[in-house]
């Protein structure tokens, strides 16, 4: 958002609910100041700023573009080479260039998914590019996942007798070792039908100085999610019941290149797996 927005809402824009939280950063606003999108408010550029101050700006936007990429290969692939046509993007984020439905749609429009995200701001944004149709935004949070699971808009589109595809792409570096990511895989997986896949990226601490992990938590730290580091090993315990396929865990950029979306992140993996039907 630009200054003027950004002082309307801290004034109380009446267009955003009350509920969202406008004093404190989000990593969904963050991360599309990151991206170079225009939802986000002074407070927001002000916490990534200290990343970029440490980690690099250039840097820090590659890596959220490469994520993002990362995220359209993985919906390519699930679309027109598994013949998935439906999806769950857990951890949405705001709309930005080739959301999720876009991708999945150009493979078959009947492609149905839902777009989650605890932040409210992604619905009050969202709901125009993002809603309606083949597509649905539920506002929850993944730390609770029958909340999304038996949700109405869910139950509405998905139908968890087919296969389906639930996406956690850079979401879990925001959750607690208490609050246990494979614990809230575990609830997708119940729910899901044999052929379903699972998608996850997550930042790790691979081949990452201390100091620059220092600033991504120095970054996040007075966010509504502050960011919880794991190892790949740990991440990759998180596809447990899932066989991951071709190439495995890997750092995003050698996940499945396709020549246009390429650029390289050191620490960030992400992998896809399927369901492990014995
Ligand atoms: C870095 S963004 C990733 C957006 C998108 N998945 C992508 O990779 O382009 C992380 C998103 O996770 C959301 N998030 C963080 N904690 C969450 C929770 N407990 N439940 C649901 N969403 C959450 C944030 O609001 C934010 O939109």
Known sequence: ??????????????????????GV?????????????????????????????VVGEEVARSTAMSNRHFLGRVVKFLAKECGIRQFIDVGSGLPTVRNTHEIAQEAD???KVVYVDVDPIVAVHGRALLSGGNTRIVTADMREPETILNNPLTLELI?????????????????SRADDPAR???????RQAPGSYLAISHLTTEDMPQKI??????AFANSTSPMVFRDKEEVREIFAGYRLVDPGLVRLHEWRPDGESSLKTASVFGGVGQ???P
């Open 109 to 111: 429009p009947d492609s």
């Open 184 to 190: 809230i895989v575990a609830a997708f997986r119940e």
């Open 1 to 22: 958002m630009s200054d003027g927005q950004s002082s309307a809402a801290s004034k109380g824009d009446p267009k955003l609910p009350s509920h969202i939280p406008l």
């Open 25 to 53: 950063p989000t990593p969904a606003r963050m991360y599309d100041e990151a991206l170079g999108g225009k939802d986000h408010f002074a407070v927001d550029r002000t916490a990534v700023a200290k990343l970029y101050e």
């Open 275 to 277: 369901v492990d039907t």
């Open 213 to 218: 992990q220092d600033g991504w938590s120095a």
């Open 159 to 175: 139908d968890f007798d087919q296969p389906v595809a639930v996406l956690f792409i850079a979401v879990f570096h925001f959750i």
